[in-house]
């Protein structure tokens, strides 16, 4: 098989082969699954039927490439709200899943020699695509000790005449970490200085635990230059429906359009207009599933912090935990080998999410109290053997 150079550049996500491998344990012990990121409640009724209704009244058809206009008005009225600005519908391209803005900006941008800061650990796509696309994929460290904030005096230590894009994901898969106020400040600052194009990945945006949720576009300066990738997956638990969003200045938005018309060519426009009921319905079931992720956060941190060389900063948002494991005297990858094949329990190790994440597990909660406890249980039998 003859394939194209840029094929060795390609990376993957390493949730969905321990989730293979999970499953396929599962045929011989009991598994709890902490492995992959996704909300384990049900899609709200109301979207379901939403969905169900505009299947029935004919939205089985392509769409525009940059989505129903009816969504992508909805979408900058509810978005922009949150973030306390004005966009318009002109801004907005739906996608299917967030995923494609991430893939789609950095092909829209990144060439041959350009340079992308990326944070490590983070989302493991982030470097995959940045490499596939011809470019350097330069990490910056995320750090414990800052609450998993990266520092803004490195971020400009690390930007050159040669950096085309910053990528930034708060709050963040996989520490849970947030950004604060004046850290995007000083970020938005760095890039309008240099003229850098900035991804910020906020689909957690609406997974926070505390406070009130800060976006880069509130600094008003760095919007010419700013992709916003957020969508339905998390906020709604719709993760297998693939419908996420982005919001770019106009031009960019046409540039995104046309990508996806060579593509996906659309996103499902059933799906899309079961979102305008996503948008408009009651909240209560995505408050209940809010409140819940809250709990279960810190039933996990506590457990975290009582097993015998873990160490767990409680995150503010997203529903993973991330402790530091450097103290069990085991490597990172290890550990999450010895944890599913020997008790059942599927985590992920740190490397997953790039270097930095060497010494630490990542744990997504979207699972119950009992398998949490369970999981705790069976981590702390292993540790009992070590
Ligand atoms: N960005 C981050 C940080 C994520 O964790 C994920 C999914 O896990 C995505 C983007 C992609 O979301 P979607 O499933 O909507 O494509």
Not at 89 to 110: C, D, N, R, S
Not at 284 to 312: H, P, Q, S, T, W
Request: net charge negative.
């Amino acid at each position: 098989m003859r394939l194209a150079d840029r094929m060795n550049n390609l990376g993957t996500e390493t949730a969905f082969d321990c989730l293979c491998r999970a499953k396929a344990l599962e045929c011989t012990m009991d598994v709890v699954h902490l492995e992959i990121g996704e909300p384990d409640f049900d899609t709200p009724k109301h979207i379901r039927e939403a969905a169900k209704r505009a299947i029935d009244e004919g939205y089985t058809h392509y769409g525009p490439s940059a989505g129903l206009p009816e969504l992508r008005a909805a979408i900058a009225e509810y978005a922009g709200k949150l973030r306390g600005v004005h966009f318009t519908p002109e801004q907005v391209v739906v996608t299917p899943g967030g995923k494609p803005v991430m893939a789609f900006a950095i092909m829209a941008l990144v060439e041959e020699g350009d340079e992308v800061i990326y944070p490590n650990p983070g989302f493991p796509i982030y470097e995959s695509m940045i490499e596939y696309m011809g470019g350097t994929a330069v990490p910056i460290r995320l750090r414990e000790d800052k609450d998993f904030r990266l520092d803004a005096e490195e971020l400009a230590s690390l930007v050159n005449p040669r950096t085309k894009l910053i990528v930034i994901n708060s709050p963040c898969n996989p520490t849970g970490g947030v950004l604060t106020k004046d850290d995007l400040k000083l970020i938005a600052e760095t890039a309008v200085k240099h003229n850098v194009w900035v991804l910020s990945d906020e689909i957690y945006s609406e997974i926070l635990y505390d406070g009130v949720f800060e976006s880069i576009v509130q600094n008003a300066d760095v919007r010419e230059r700013l992709i916003i990738l957020d969508g339905f997956s998390k906020t709604y638990a719709m993760t297998g429906w693939r419908i996420g969003y982005g919001i770019m200045p106009p031009k960019m938005a046409d540039m995104l359009a046309r990508i996806q018309t060579n593509t996906n060519s659309c996103t499902a426009t059933f799906t899309q207009r079961a979102c305008l009921d996503a948008l408009r319905g009651p909240r209560e079931e995505v408050n209940r599933m809010l409140a819940e992720f809250k709990r279960r956060r810190d039933l996990i941190v506590e457990g975290l912090n009582n097993l015998r060389g873990f160490r767990c900063k409680l995150p503010a948002g997203a529903f993973y935990a991330f402790p530091n494991v450097e103290g069990t005297g085991l490597d990172c990858k290890v550990l999450a080998h010895r944890l599913l094949e020997e008790q059942g329990v599927a985590c992920l190790a740190g490397t997953c999410f790039g270097k930095y994440g060497n010494g630490f597990l990542r744990f997504s909660y979207a699972n119950s109290i009992e398998n949490i406890g369970k999981a705790l249980e069976k981590t702390e039998q292993l540790l009992k053997q070590i």
